[in-house]
């Protein structure tokens, strides 16, 4: 027999890999370190450092294809005439666009993103803006930003693409850039008038004395700011007496006390108002009428009333006013549905479809919540009628898929509280918040509506 030429006795015992970690014999770790004092060159143009198909892309195409003629003829520095040259308000407008769509509605952030960001670096293509630029392109020109919307909407209509048959409007509640501690009584008003016209004086007589303790252009923003504050008081004094009235008038109808009225020295336009989750806020009401067929927003207005009692009928006159024409219907919530405000409708050709109040009630104490009531005129008792049926209940049903939906895609925007002050700047950021979400639905509808005509 021949004899193995190893024998398994033989052979040592193998290692078990804790041992055979610590035989290893010990050594420095090979680590790749980053080195930031490395030189590099990257031969790149802008636009090859960013994705072909990027939102930001789309967002420009789309304000390139609108007339911003109003905000050019504005622009003083023109060819063959000396004058810096001026920001392209395509370029401005796109900033703000693309910013509003990725919920950014500070000027300073976005100035930052201008700096820093790949997306707003390519839109800026080597221009440079700063937040008081792109603040005043935002703040400024109210009726510019309503007849941008009237012209995106008219362009979609004469396409086909928006019918504006029927409408959805709702209301939300966003949060003003205001405290609960700035809202004052008359007294409290009175003194912080005087004390800012008392800081405006001092600071006159202290740049008329000391010259140049400040620059020029610090003394500026600071007489800007005192005068500022004390215009801001004189306001919220008109509207606290504005206010008042308005309770006092109330109150005889009630038969309650009244209450003293109170204005805030921050944003005087500002009203204390309930929101959806219980508590009172300072707040403005915005109202988006938004077409059901294609979710196009059609319609935009901010209020301070804490209530949507009153609203239906200046969004008609708004809707006739930038398109010639009313919707054959619009769907509303409880919120809307009054006497005064289903006549109205009725009378410019319009028909409301509102639920019923108190149906359940109604039914349960054995009543028909649809029939005609005592003292309804025809119009009423139509639409009693009409929101029994079962045509008239499919139909309202469109009213949140619409309306809610617009309103979520705003709040997923940011839209929770306003970044600027004032009703009227409140409400171009409302008319910017539906312009940007026009230009994106726009160019879904254009391949939609180009693909159902092959």
Not at 88 to 108: C, E, M, N, Q
Not at 424 to 438: D, K, M, Q, W
């Amino acid at each position: 027999m021949t004899r193995p030429l190893f024998d398994a006795s033989d052979l040592p015992e193998s290692p078990s890999p804790a041992q055979a970690a610590q035989s290893a014999s010990a050594g420095k770790p090979r680590l790749r370190t980053p080195k930031r004092d490395q030189i590099e060159m990257h031969w790149a143009a802008i636009d090859q450092m960013l994705d072909p198909d990027h939102m930001v892309r789309i967002v420009w195409a789309a304000v390139c294809k609108l007339d911003l003629s109003s905000w050019l003829k504005e622009i003083r520095a023109v060819e063959r005439h000396v004058g810096r040259d001026a920001t392209d308000p395509r370029l401005l407008l796109a900033l703000w666009v693309y910013a509003t769509l990725k919920g950014i509605g500070s000027a300073r952030e976005l100035d930052r993103l201008c700096r820093e960001h790949i997306a707003y670096k390519w839109l800026c293509g080597g221009v440079s803006v700063n937040y008081h630029t792109l603040s005043d392109f935002r703040s400024r020109g109210g009726e510019k930003w309503d007849d941008l919307l009237t012209q995106i909407v008219a362009v979609l209509l004469e396409a086909g693409l928006v019918t504006m048959e029927r409408v959805a409007q709702d209301g939300m509640k966003v949060r003003a850039n205001a405290g609960k501690s700035s809202f004052r009584r008359q007294a409290t008003l009175e003194e912080c008038l005087e004390e800012a016209r008392e800081q405006v004086e001092t600071l006159k007589q202290l740049a008329e004395e000391d010259g140049d303790e400040l620059s020029r252009r610090q003394k500026a923003a600071r007489e800007r700011a005192a005068r500022e504050r004390q215009e801001r008081i004189d306001e919220a004094m008109r509207q606290r007496e504005e206010l008042q009235k308005q309770r006092e008038s109330s109150a005889k109808r009630s038969g309650r006390k009244v209450d003293e009225a109170r204005a805030s020295t921050t944003d005087p336009e500002a009203r204390t108002m309930k929101f959806a989750d219980g508590g009172y806020r300072p707040g403005y009401n915005v109202q988006f009428s938004t077409d059901t067929a294609s979710g196009v927003i059609v319609g935009v207005e901010v209020t301070n009333a804490g209530n949507d009692l009153e609203q239906l009928a200046p969004m008609l006159d708004q809707l006739n006013g930038r398109y010639e024409f009313v919707p054959d219907e619009v769907l509303v919530d409880g919120g809307f549905a009054t006497v005064d405000s289903i006549e109205q409708a009725a009378a410019v050709g319009c028909t409301v479809f509102a639920p019923v109040k108190d149906e359940e009630k109604q039914k349960a104490a054995g009543q028909d919540p649809h029939a005609r009531k005592k003292g309804d005129s025809d119009v009423m008792a139509d639409w009693r009628s009409r929101m029994g049926t079962e045509e008239g209940k499919l139909t309202y049903r469109l009213r949140c898929q619409t309306a809610e939906w617009v309103n979520a895609q705003c709040r997923n925007r940011g839209l929770w509280q306003m970044p600027v002050r004032g009703r009227p700047r409140c409400r171009i950021v409302g008319l910017l918040y539906a312009i940007a979400h026009n230009l994106l639905v726009a160019e879904r509808l254009r391949p939609a509506s180009a693909m159902g005509t092959t």
